[in-house]
């Protein structure tokens, strides 16, 4: 089984940073993709940023510039940046990785629990 740990939302002022991170632990054999996504109140979830297990990166059109997604692939785990917040940033900011378990068994995608993220005016 495999589990996305994250931490590091909260409450900050516009203009403010805030930097989330994301650690999978348990069985794991390798970790393609690693994403954040968020969701906020009466919104579809919506990708934010992803990152290749080469370190490619992409963005939605709305953070870029603001954001940075990076991982540690020793430590299983990615990390969002997240500069200039915006009070239209407000949202629960879920990760999702792209794990295999065992070799030769194929990947599967596994969320976090999510983290709440507030940006006050």
């Known amino acids: 089984q495999v589990q996305l740990g994250e931490s590091g939302g909260g409450l900050v002022q516009a203009g403010g940073s805030l930097r989330l991170s994301c650690a999978a632990s348990g069985t794991i054999f390798s970790i393609n993709a690693m994403g954040w996504y968020r969701q906020a109140p009466g919104k579809q979830r919506e990708l934010v940023a992803s990152?290749?297990?080469?370190?490619?990166?992409n963005y939605a059109d709305s953070v870029k510039g603001r954001f940075t997604i990076s991982r540690d692939n020793a430590k299983n785990t990615v990390y969002l940046q997240m500069n200039s917040l915006k009070p239209e940033d407000t949202a629960v900011y879920y990760c999702k990785a792209n794990v295999r378990i065992k070799l030769l068994t194929p990947n599967y995608d596994y969320w976090g629990q999510g983290t709440q993220v507030t940006v006050s005016s």
């Open positions: 990152i290749s297990s080469g370190g490619s990166t």
